[in-house]
């Protein structure tokens, strides 16, 4: 039997209101040489017999025998999986009908692409739009990025399957940045500029059913990419990083722009990491959170231009501007 081109992977645990949206998203796809292994993950809200009214001969259906979680779950399909890709889409979220075509083609054409994600268009619980999120970023930008937070959505990534690892369990629900903390370095990163998957938001999901388990999770992950820095341990300012609290004190932004300097200086003596993009992330990090402080005030303009992480472009000043000076206009 020939092997299909690519293999998507749905982990699937009662998720009966969604799971057709995302199963017809797949097999509606401009490339149809593909197969989806969706894993029955114990669900008993029906989902299961949702997926075997479809007919197609392309999806197949795997069932544990104990819960596996997501991460177990998606390692079950990639011992399954046949295709020269592999693709992920979550059974609550769906794609845009050429999301593999071009995400295949990308691969094809640029040398040296292990990851290919894009952009996520988010909705709610109903399908309503919501925004975008996951936003392209530099390539050679990403290594560094994710030592801050996960910039990638598993469900709009597709990667060679000879690159790809298995997940790890022990790190759910952040089993998807921990393998791409140990891919960061062996292969290189994309996110497209197009939104090609809708991202559903809604209580349900691991992620937000579970935050203290996310939490704990993410830090060690942060912890894991500082020792390569030659820290031991992540600060408590570190993951404010990934979402910057707009009452932070101006003892916290001093905080953090030390913090930043010191990553920088650790890149210098280990060169872990490239050292351009390594300097334009810390860059974009420092003007991001003084763009957040703005209830600070005016002075957190200059603190932001006295530092050496300041790349003051002509649109970063802007946006400064725009922020600071409507409270500058109240402080009046």
């Not at 990403?142 to 990667?159: G, K, Y």
Request: hydrophobic share 50%.
């Amino acid at each position: 039997m020939k092997a299909p081109l690519v293999s998507v992977i749905m982990p699937l645990r009662n998720a009966a209101s969604f799971v057709e949206d995302a199963i017809r998203s797949v097999l509606a796809q401009t490339e149809s040489d593909l197969e989806l292994i969706v894993v029955d993950d114990a669900s008993s809200d029906g989902s299961g017999d949702l997926v075997r009214a479809f007919s197609d001969g392309r999806l197949r259906l795997l069932r544990g025998e104990s819960p596996l979680n997501a991460a177990g779950a998606r390692n079950l399909a990639l011992a399954e999986a046949r295709g020269e890709f592999v693709a992920f889409l979550d059974a609550d979220d769906f794609a845009e009908r050429d999301r593999l075509e071009r995400q295949i083609r990308f691969l094809r054409q640029i040398p040296g692409v292990a990851v290919v994600a894009s952009e996520v268009t988010l909705m709610d619980e109903k399908g309503a739009r919501l925004g975008k999120a996951f936003p392209s970023r530099r390539a050679d930008e990403i290594p560094a990025t994710l030592l801050f937070e996960n910039c990638l959505a598993l469900s709009s990534v597709m990667a060679w399957r000879a690159d790809l690892l298995p997940f790890r369990p022990e790190f759910a629900p952040a089993e998807d940045y921990d393998l791409w903390m140990r891919l960061a370095h062996a292969g290189g990163f994309a996110i497209l500029p197009k939104a090609l998957t809708h991202y559903r938001m809604h209580g349900g999901s691991v992620s937000a059913s579970q935050p203290e388990k996310m939490r704990a999770a993410v830090a060690r992950i942060h912890a894991a990419q500082l020792a390569v820095l030659g820290f031991r341990e992540a600060p408590p300012i570190h993951c404010l990083f990934a979402a910057w609290p707009l009452d932070a004190g101006a003892a916290q932004l001093a905080e953090a722009e030390a913090w930043l300097l010191a990553l920088g200086s650790a890149n210098e003596r280990h060169g872990a990491y490239a050292r351009a993009p390594f300097q334009r992330v810390l860059a974009a990090r420092w003007f991001s959170i003084c763009l957040d402080s703005w209830l600070l005030g005016w002075p957190v303009w200059s603190v932001y231009h006295r530092s050496p992480l300041a790349v003051p472009t002509f649109r970063r000043r802007a946006h400064l501007l725009r922020r600071l000076l409507p409270q500058r206009l109240r402080q009046r």
